[in-house]
């Protein structure tokens, strides 16, 4: 398909409103849709209605009975759910910077972090060190100036620098730390094998990122795919496909909101087994009954996996 010239002129909000009324969607309130339009903007919640629109979607024409409240229901739980989800990626991070630090100090010693013979690649580890000695250098952490008055290493003890480490700099630390002994009890920790956990703890950063960025959570198809662990400690799902009513076709849920979710799941119940994330979860479900979580891609047994139905310790 060939290129073309973007020509579609920005609509004043009252504009905006005849459009959305022009194609079919009910708008009860207008002065409300007026001033979500406003501070949200047509563009971020069209990610919303989107589902509204009836088939062939292209045809920019919405279902009978299809609302604009309907549109903003959607675009409240997916905050509140990324808003759910970006606190427990916080808990799970800090266990994760923990145990790094502790299992690597105890194996290479305290500054195990500026020897290049602790990591896979030359090149990346000199990128990475590179990248959280700027880190460090934004930071304005008392204890790190305290740090430098005293003592000659720049790079202060990996448990001290760690803590002002992004979620990002832990996750490409563990992926090019070399392999061995160490690295499998860092992923033992949690019940995992050390490539399930890399592609966890790199998918959780993109999940983050999202969260943070106050991108669309729900009924989105992810770009990183975690591996299925194979062997694990505690409860995981046993369900790891759904079935595509068009065609009947199976489809992995690795790239699915589900799945992420699963992942946030099995982790805090390692950091903490009576964490209350699922009783949160049902209530965000509760107070938004007309989600379809299918399109989160939850599977239709999902209750019954013992992830989720199993009682706490």
Request: proline share 3%; with cysteine; hydrophobic share 35%.
């Amino acid at each position: 398909m060939s290129k073309k010239s973007y020509t579609k002129p920005a609509l004043l909000y009252t504009e905006q409103i005849i459009k959305l009324k022009s194609r079919g969607l009910i708008i009860n309130n207008t002065p409300k849709a007026l001033h979500l339009l406003q501070h949200l903007s047509y563009y971020r919640l069209s990610g919303y209605w989107y589902t509204l629109l009836d088939h062939p979607k292209k045809n920019h024409r919405f279902k009978i009975d299809a609302t604009f409240d309907q549109a903003f229901d959607l675009y409240c739980f997916d905050r509140e759910l990324r808003q759910l989800i970006l606190n427990q990626i916080e808990k799970i991070e800090v266990s994760v910077r923990a145990t790094i630090a502790y299992e690597c100090s105890h194996s290479w010693g305290a500054f195990w972090l500026s020897d290049k013979n602790n990591f896979k690649n030359d090149s990346e580890h000199k990128n990475t060190i590179l990248k959280i000695s700027k880190e460090i250098d934004r930071s304005k952490e008392l204890f790190l100036q305290e740090y430098d008055k005293k003592y000659l290493e720049k790079l202060p003890p990996s448990w001290i620098t760690l803590e002002v480490c992004s979620i990002g700099s832990l996750s490409w630390v563990y992926r090019i730390i070399k392999p061995g002994k160490t690295k499998r009890e860092i992923s033992r920790k949690y019940g995992l094998n050390e490539k399930v956990f890399e592609t966890w703890l790199h998918s959780l950063v993109y999940i983050r990122n999202i969260c943070a960025h106050h991108s669309r959570l729900w009924n989105k198809k992810l770009a990183i795919k975690p591996e299925i662990p194979k062997n694990f400690k505690g409860n995981w799902i046993v369900n790891t496909e759904i079935t595509d009513s068009r065609n009947h076709s199976k489809n992995s849920i690795k790239n699915k909101t589900y799945f992420t979710i699963c992942i946030v799941q099995y982790l805090l119940n390692i950091i903490n087994p009576k964490n209350n994330f699922k009783e949160n979860l049902d209530e965000l479900f509760d107070k938004y009954p007309n989600i379809d979580l299918k399109a989160m891609d939850y599977t239709s047994n999902w209750r019954e996996e013992t992830l989720w139905s199993q009682k706490k310790r």
